[in-house]
């Protein structure tokens, strides 16, 4: 998947929107942020970023359901940046997830960050 392709799946599936707050012309940011809030409560709900040519993705997921993911699934790990009890980092084309499996757990973010 591309980053495009992925930005455009969760924004396709969710009320959220894409935002670059972290990549001013004054940062020294070298990470592109895509930054995905919810509409109705500017809520982070999804990060969409890449490190060496890997497509990652942070998402809000119950800690159980994250800690089973982390020890059970490629690809799964603490957030990068965020807290590491809620938020895990998907590598998106290195994990053994589905699409559709992945698309569930954006669901489940957006769903978490509603609140």
């Not at 497509?55 to 809000?60: E, P, Y």
């Not at 965020?82 to 973010?109: F, P, Q, R, Y």
Request: hydrophobic share 35%.
């Amino acid at each position: 998947m591309e980053r495009q392709e992925l930005i455009d799946l969760v924004l396709a599936n969710t009320d959220g929107y894409e935002c670059y707050p972290f990549n001013g012309p004054n940062s020294h940011e070298k990470i592109k942020w895509t930054v995905i809030k919810h509409q109705s409560n500017n809520k982070i709900m999804a990060l969409i970023f890449e490190i060496d040519g890997q497509l990652l993705i942070d998402i809000k997921l119950d800690p159980d359901k994250g800690d089973i993911l982390r020890q059970s699934e490629t690809g799964f790990y603490p957030g990068y940046h965020m807290n590491k009890v809620h938020w895990n980092t998907v590598a998106v084309n290195l994990t053994s997830l589905t699409a559709d499996e992945l698309l569930g757990l954006i669901k489940e973010s957006a769903k978490l960050t509603a609140k």
